[in-house]
DNA sequence: TTGCATCCTGTACCCGGGTACGGGGTTACC
DNA sequence: GGTAACCCCGTACCCGGGTACAGGATGCAA
């Protein structure tokens, strides 16, 4: 007579800790779902890949605000609040300047490498260093 | 007769809260400086460098703990332990790694816009759907 | 009907990197 | 020598994304 899965379940189908379906549940990106006779949750089966759609959303770098936000959008398409497009094109800014920042860095670690950099310190002193301390004025006037 | 900066000097030469130099020197990022009679720090001025190397360092990927221990390490170099040069390229191995991740990212995000998602859940269930959903078995067995 | 697995609730804790607050002592300049 | 600005210390709080724990109540099968 289950009338959906147990929390246990869910959270086994979908590699997760079942408390975090609690704390989904509390962060509005999970609906709450019915209860048997003695007050335990019964999930419906779409739980599972409603579960995997945010993982995924996690990994393309949304957070939880905003995927709730994103399901939420979904279940009420009416409002003509940005769409997903939308906001996916945002996030693709976000994402390809965080990609550009780490180029930078990649690009600066490999520099340092290069000449062989051994001691942070003593490189920031050296005016050969390649590596960029932020303007480095160094202004070593030590009266 | 000031034998050193005072921590607000310190602070505003090299943008940070003041807070934030006990901050790294609980954190043994900074070496304990000298006091005033009265008892209030006083830095040498290489601080305001060594500050802008954390943030350097910082910026390029190092958790505090390692920058900790690259200044450290510059410190005391004795002991032939790993090297900055090694480490730049531990950390090298892991910022590419992270670049190509936020690229596949960045790909999937672009190839969903092209596509015209407008509802993340909708799209998990239609077949034609680009994201990829890990594997999204989708077993909607109603029963 | 008994027994154990699972679930319920609220609350507290974890990580990293800081920032804020309160109450009191010190410095520096006029 | 007054007084404003600064600094001291310890402690608590913030963010995001969860995880753990304690003490009871249910579910389900033998």
Redesign the interface.
Known sequence: MSEGLRSGEVAEAAGVNPQTLRYYERRGLLEEPGRSLGGHRLYP??TV??L??I???Q???FTLDEVAD??D???R?HAHAP???AR??L??AE??S??SD??T??A???T??AS???????C??DPRCP????G?T?????T
């Open positions: 089966p779409g890949a409603t995997r759609i993982k995924t959303a990994g393309l770098g994103l399901l959008l979904g279940r398409r769409g997903l497009k996916a094109e996030k693709l994402v390809e965080r990609i780490l180029e860095i990649a600066t670690l490999r340092a490498i062989g950099c051994e001691d942070l310190a003593a920031a002193a590596i960029p301390f932020t480095l160094h202004s070593e006037d030590p």
